[in-house]
Nanobody
Framework: VQLQASGGGLVQAGGSLRLSCAAS????????MAWFRQAPGKEREFVSV????????DYADSVKGRFTISRDNAENTVYLQMNSLKSEDTAVYFC???????????????WGQGTLVTVSS
């Protein structure tokens, strides 16, 4: 199983970025997909999750109304559209796959390598 996250970069506060995570080696359409993030000096935290067909989503309170998760099962890819970015969104963002909509990282079996998002104020 491979999860390849991309799309990170440097953006000014208030700006937008779209992260992508391309998956291979798994039955993508049968698994939930999630995004977590880890800021410098902090623990990894849940950002968002989407169900296997995209019908259900969940978000951390800190990103609700600003971030949108989506997926394209034909392309084996999950996305995270991030709008109205804040300096506190600066972190390495990881995609992960599991079989639930849990906010706990222990529920996810495979992880990507992470992509760095830096928001300048």
């Amino acid at each position: 199983v491979q999860l390849q996250a991309s799309g990170g970069g440097l953006v000014q506060a208030g700006g937008s970025l779209r992260l992508s995570c391309a998956a291979s080696g798994l039955a993508f359409g049968s698994r939930s997909m999630a995004w977590f993030r880890q800021a410098p000096g902090k623990e990894r935290e849940f950002v968002s999750v989407i169900s296997r067909r995209g019908g259900s989503t969940d978000y951390a309170d800190s990103v609700k109304g600003r971030f949108t998760i989506s997926r394209d099962n034909a392309e084996n890819t999950v996305y995270l559209q991030m709008n109205s970015l804040k300096s506190e969104d600066t972190a390495v963002y990881f995609c992960a796959t599991g079989r639930s909509l849990s906010q706990s990282d222990s529920a996810y079996h495979y992880w990507g390598q992470g992509t760095l998002v830096t928001v300048s104020s």
